[in-house]
């Protein structure tokens, strides 16, 4: 997978993704991580990224023009806004247009008078055939149709994430699917807020939940921890994603490790039966326990969507008296 992250302060990743598991992912080729400066694309001495708002108000916004550049420099392709043919689904202009290659053939000519024509002639195929594909952002395929066997097959195009309070609130479930991409350009916004065009780039608008942070690097950091974790060979335990807190739809339960007793404090015996059994019926009930205690809520959607068994129903009954 590769990651890249847009922002006005790049170093701020040294750290996070110089470090465990992150560095690990990095050296094992699964995850390669780049973190672009965004007032590389600012054109004026003072390397300005933000403005005042119209309308007045408190704080700066974030410029759209050098946004805009960047993420077109970085994925090498040119955005417009959403098209008709979209209705409404504000990626897919986006996934459309990532088909279509800017061409600046005049360079490459070498005085071949027939260069351009022939370039701006393949320009004009693969924006028809972009166009031609609008359709397929209506099914639950995201991407435009394969073409046939023997010709080339189109690189899945990037998807590009913003952090924001308007944001579908991002959960376990959330960071599978972002785990199956193969490429995310985090978008990450800083004081005020961002110009609202920007959003006409994004695929995905993440909130973490319902408070203020500094920083959209902050926020994406958490995003880009809990999505790398969930790709094979990331973690030292391959059934490590799956066997712990919200994956299952109920919170993990409580681990222990030597000494078996430390100030009067012991693991409870069942973790040193050796009964394998007996250790993952404990294990059930206390995840049951937990969350019906801490997060009830998670154990009304467990039950719900019929998870629970007669022996979990048994358990919690006798919870209650």
């Not at 942070?213 to 790398?228: F, K, P, R, W």
């Not at 007996?278 to 154990?299: F, I, K």
Request: proline residues 6%; contains cysteine; hydrophobic residues 35%.
């Amino acid at each position: 997978m590769l990651i890249e992250t847009l922002s006005t302060f790049p170093h701020m990743y040294d750290s996070v993704m110089g470090e465990s598991m992150m560095k690990r992912a990095q050296k094992k080729g699964i995850l390669e991580f780049r973190a672009h400066d965004l007032r590389d694309w600012t054109h004026d001495r003072h390397r300005t990224t933000d403005d005042d708002p119209y309308g007045g108000g408190a704080g700066l916004v974030m410029k759209c023009e050098p946004i805009f550049e960047a993420v077109e420099d970085i994925l090498g392709r040119e955005f417009s806004a959403t098209t008709e043919e979209c209705k409404g689904d504000a990626g897919c202009s986006n996934r459309a247009s990532s088909a279509v290659t800017t061409f600046t053939a005049e360079a490459e000519c070498g005085g071949d008078t027939g260069c351009p024509d022939r370039a701006s002639s393949a320009a004009n195929e693969t924006a028809q055939w972009a166009v031609s594909q609008s359709e397929d952002c209506l099914s639950e395929s995201r991407y435009p149709v394969a073409p046939p066997p023997g010709e080339p097959q189109p690189t899945p195009p990037a998807k590009i994430v913003f952090l924001a309070p308007q944001g579908r609130t991002f959960d376990d479930a959330y960071a599978t699917e972002l785990a199956g991409e193969g490429h995310l350009l985090f978008v990450c916004g800083h004081y005020e807020g961002i110009d609202e065009r920007v959003y006409s780039l994004a695929d995905h608008v993440i909130s973490l939940g319902d408070y203020v942070l500094t920083s959209g690097e902050l926020a994406s950091m958490v995003v880009i921890d809990a999505v790398v974790r969930k790709l094979p060979g990331v973690l030292g335990a391959a059934d490590g994603p799956v066997d712990e807190s919200f994956t299952s739809g109920l919170l993990e339960y409580p681990q222990y490790t030597r000494p078996a007793n430390f100030r009067g404090m012991e693991v409870p015996p069942v973790l040193l039966s050796g009964n394998h059994g007996a250790v993952a019926q404990w294990r059930r009930e206390q995840s049951l326990a937990r969350t019906a205690a801490s997060r009830p809520d998670l154990l009304e959607a467990f039950e719900a969507a019929g998870h629970l068994t007669k022996a979990d129903r048994t358990f919690l009954a006798s919870l209650g008296e």
